[in-house]
T-cell receptor
Framework: DQQVKQNSPSLSVQEGRISILNCDYT??????FLWYKKYPAEGPTFLIS?????DKNEDGRFTVFLNKSAKHLSLHIVPSQPGDSAVYFCAASAIDDKIIFGKGTRLHILP | DAGVIQSPRHEVTEMGQEVTLRCKPI?????LFWYRQTMMRGLELLIY????????DSGMPEDRFSAKMPNASFSTLKIQPSEPRDSAVYFC?????????????FGPGTRLTVL
């Protein structure tokens, strides 16, 4: 039973446009959420996180939005660049508990 | 500064053989995690250690899998005997603490193929 769900296996976006990656979770005890980015033949790298006390966190071109009532979070990338083509993993954890990852969404930035 | 080091990067073996994956965490990190990535299940945590002690091995699929951390700078994940369904990419990650607030740094992974 997947506690963290990324329902879109892949997404294609034109360079310069906004990329929106979505993630849903089922465990109401989750209080910390993360996004990791993964290039081929490399390990995932941390991108951005958000605590449940916030509904938005921004870092440069990357913004994560959290909707606790809907148990939904999203990652916005504006503007999208070719180097953003990668697999993005959504992850979540409860207090002092392990991180649960989703299956990932492959983002393709089209020239 | 070296990141997490994993070896081998690729491993091809036959069903029934023993496979040992190795990991060297970042110096100074106290927590070490083993993950497995598959298309079907995504990235799943197998086991993690804190200060060389296994804390949570509930993700280990079955008794064929075992992991050790004999010292702060080395860990192994062993599969014996290996089966085709074990084919996946195995990642090792390390962090200062097991808390999710402590950023995990991943190694490049070992791609395992069991024929």
């Amino acid at each position: 039973d997947q506690q963290v769900k990324q329902n879109s296996p892949s997404l294609s976006v034109q360079e310069g446009r906004i990329s929106i990656l979505n993630c849903d979770y089922t465990n109401s005890m989750f209080d910390y959420f993360l996004w990791y980015k993964k290039y081929p033949a490399e390990g995932p790298t941390f991108l951005i996180s958000i605590s449940s006390i916030k509904d938005k966190n921004e870092d440069g071109r990357f913004t994560v939005f959290l909707n606790k009532s809907a148990k939904h979070l999203s990652l916005h990338i504006v503007p999208s660049q070719p180097g953003d083509s990668a697999v993005y993993f959504c992850a979540a954890s409860a207090i002092d508990d392990k991180i649960i990852f989703g299956k990932g969404t492959r983002l393709h930035i089209l020239p | 500064d070296a990141g997490v080091i994993q070896s081998p990067r690729h491993e091809v073996t036959e069903m029934g053989q023993e496979v040992t994956l190795r990991c060297k965490p970042i110096s100074g990190h106290n927590s070490l995690f083993w993950y497995r990535q598959t298309m079907m299940r995504g990235l799943e945590l197998l086991i993690y250690f804190n200060n060389n002690v296994p804390i949570d091995d509930s993700g280990m699929p079955e008794d064929r899998f075992s992991a050790k951390m004999p010292n702060a700078s080395f860990s192994t994940l062993k599969i014996q005997p290996s089966e085709p369904r074990d084919s996946a990419v195995y990642f090792c990650a390390s962090s200062f603490s097991p808390s999710s607030y402590s950023q995990q740094f991943f190694g490049p992974g070992t791609r395992l193929t069991v024929l």
